[in-house]
T-cell receptor, first 115, second 115 residues
Framework: DAGVIQSPRHEVTEMGQEVTLRCKPISGHDYLFWYRQTMMRGLELLIYFNNNVPIDDSGMPEDRFSAKMPNASFSTLKIQPSEPRDSAVYFC?????????????FGPGTRLTVL | AQSVTQLDSHVSVSEGTPVLLRCNYSSSYSPSLFWYVQHPNKGLQLLLKYTSAATLVKGINGFEAEFKKSETSFHLTKPSAHMSDAAEYFCVVIRFSGGYNKLIFGAGTRLAVHP
């Protein structure tokens, strides 16, 4: 398996533009997670899905952020409009189940820079 | 609520010397604990996990960690550092919240290995 795939790996955009980050989880994994990593706040869970359904989006910073999972093999995280403070590395992860001790497999991340 | 504290933000060792990365946890019940590693510009990879089985846990690349309930610690060790071990290491505790076991990350410890 190729692991969790994210695209693009790097994104540079201007403030006010729409940004879409993409993720393909590992086949057969029922859970998908979106994280954001910044120097100030470390790793934060933004939202997670179980069987394509959003379960907990309490980590989404504000209404400018939205996430979808139209099928088991694809998810998007969209920021509209983007702001400089959104600059961060965004990780997607997937896991087979949600049980204690179950490993989450992380993608390589998307480094977003908003100018 | 469950949390972890990584006691050192940076650790520097010479190649071939032991590595010790410290982590203390807080939990109202028997915790599940992980160590993840993040190499530069890469995603996170699971090193090892403790889920209430043996207190000494062996992971990949020669790393191990010992769960000590009396000290509420889960320190990561390796007998002999290699240049390829230079990375950021995250101690993680599971928090059951909203019907799901969430990963709660520590702030990270950056390990530098010198020749």
């Amino acid at each position: 398996d190729a692991g969790v795939i994210q695209s693009p790996r790097h994104e540079v955009t201007e403030m006010g533009q729409e940004v879409t980050l993409r993720c393909k989880p590992i086949s057969g994994h029922d859970y998908l997670f979106w994280y954001r990593q910044t120097m100030m706040r470390g790793l934060e869970l933004l939202i997670y899905f179980n069987n394509n359904v959003p379960i907990d989006d309490s980590g989404m910073p504000e209404d400018r952020f939205s996430a979808k999972m139209p099928n088991a093999s694809f998810s998007t995280l969209k920021i509209q409009p983007s702001e400089p403070r959104d600059s961060a590395v965004y990780f997607c992860a997937s896991s087979l189940t949600g049980g204690t001790g179950n490993e989450q497999f992380f993608g390589p991340g998307t480094r977003l820079t908003v100018l | 609520a469950q949390s972890v504290t990584q006691l050192d933000s940076h650790v520097s060792v010479s190649e071939g010397t032991p590595v010790l990365l410290r982590c203390n946890y807080s939990s109202s019940y028997s915790p599940s604990l992980f160590w993840y590693v993040q190499h530069p510009n890469k995603g996170l990879q699971l090193l090892l996990k403790y889920t209430s089985a043996a207190t000494l846990v062996k992971g990949i690349n020669g790393f191990e960690a010992e769960f000590k309930k009396s000290e509420t610690s889960f320190h990561l060790t390796k007998p002999s550092a290699h240049m390829s071990d230079a990375a950021e290491y995250f101690c993680v505790v599971i928090r059951f919240s909203g019907g799901y076991n969430k990963l709660i990350f520590g702030a990270g410890t950056r390990l530098a290995v010198h020749p």
